[in-house]
């Protein structure tokens, strides 16, 4: 495997980690359809207002501080992917997720790494990616890659600036600030989702207004995040959610165009509460993802850089 494979391997994990991170815990883009086993059960009587009913359900969500996540995401010709794990929010994302890619470039780039399957563990303040032993012998013998969020947002401009408030400040709740956000916002029906008797919301919301109205970004960092959601395509964002009887998210569905084609995702969550583990791995076997470009860029010609819809090298 050359070096430029290296490099680009670890950009492309970098990108499509975070985001499937962010896709099963925020506003990344997620995608359409109900699951095969959800079945609309009636209309029934709106007897809440969906504003008071989506607001009672986003701090019950935010307070369960954990969960069991299943997320299927489709990003145009960038990736398709298989997601799960358990993740908590309580300080910040953290958890671990055992990704499977199914298609698109990056899966090509992993299986040229040696593998389309790899484990990802999310601590406050980096993530790290598992790699197989191919990927290990052409990058110093070490199988774990950390991607420190502040090393992300440097690479990233305004774009990993986001990536970096988001990684530390989202939790699965934000799905349903998206739609208290937009002003547009409707219950569809009660339908059952894997034998759960929920209420499914819709809605759908301005990309762009979202990131200023949920995060912690500077005038300048927004305004060049907007620069490239344009120049990527994007504008706006399809949202369903569906809330069971305990007022606790068990169903997110986000779609929307890019440029590069439509990206979908759809998440499930249960067992709120669950134990979230997620330890460092061993500084042996870990190569910084910043150390890793340095080396690689000393026989590739630079170290790239990462954004929000895919990565150049």
Request: one cysteine or more; hydrophobic letters at 35%.
């Amino acid at each position: 495997m050359k070096s430029t494979t290296v490099r680009r391997v670890g950009l492309s994990i970098a990108v499509a980690t975070a985001l499937t991170g962010l896709a099963a815990c925020s506003s990344s883009g997620s995608s359409g359809g109900s699951g095969k086993d959800d079945k609309a059960a009636g209309k029934g009587t709106t007897r809440v207002s969906p504003i008071a009913a989506l607001r009672t359900a986003e701090q019950s969500t935010d307070k369960a501080d954990s969960a069991k996540v299943e997320s299927s995401t489709v990003m145009g010709s960038l990736m398709s992917m298989d997601a799960k794990g358990n993740l908590g929010w309580g300080d910040g994302i953290s958890g671990t997720l055992t990704m499977t890619y199914t298609g698109g470039t990056v899966a090509d780039t992993m299986r040229a790494a040696g593998s389309t399957s790899m484990e990802a563990r999310y601590l406050p303040d980096a993530y790290y990616a598992k790699m197989g032993e191919k990927f290990a012998e052409q990058a110093g013998g070490k199988h774990w890659i950390k991607y420190d969020y502040d090393d992300l947002a440097k690479l990233g401009g305004s774009s990993g600036a986001y990536l970096k408030d988001q990684m530390q400040n989202s939790t699965p709740n934000q799905s349903v600030k998206l739609l208290l956000a937009s002003g547009d916002v409707q219950k569809v029906g009660t339908e059952s989702v894997r034998g759960q008797q929920t209420t499914h919301y819709s809605g759908t919301v301005n990309v762009a207004d979202l990131a200023a109205k949920n995060s912690s970004l500077t005038a300048s960092q927004l305004a060049g995040l907007k620069k490239q959601l344009t120049a990527a395509g994007v504008s706006t964002e399809q949202v369903d959610i569906w809330i069971n009887a305990q007022d606790l998210l068990v169903k997110k569905i986000e779609k929307g165009e890019m440029s590069s084609g439509q990206y979908t995702q759809t998440a499930y969550y249960s067992d709120y509460g669950v134990k979230v583990d997620a330890t460092v791995p061993p500084a042996s076997d870990t190569e910084d993802f910043t150390a890793l470009l340095k080396k690689q860029g000393a026989t590739s010609g630079g170290s790239g850089t990462v954004t929000g819809s895919g990565t150049s090298s």
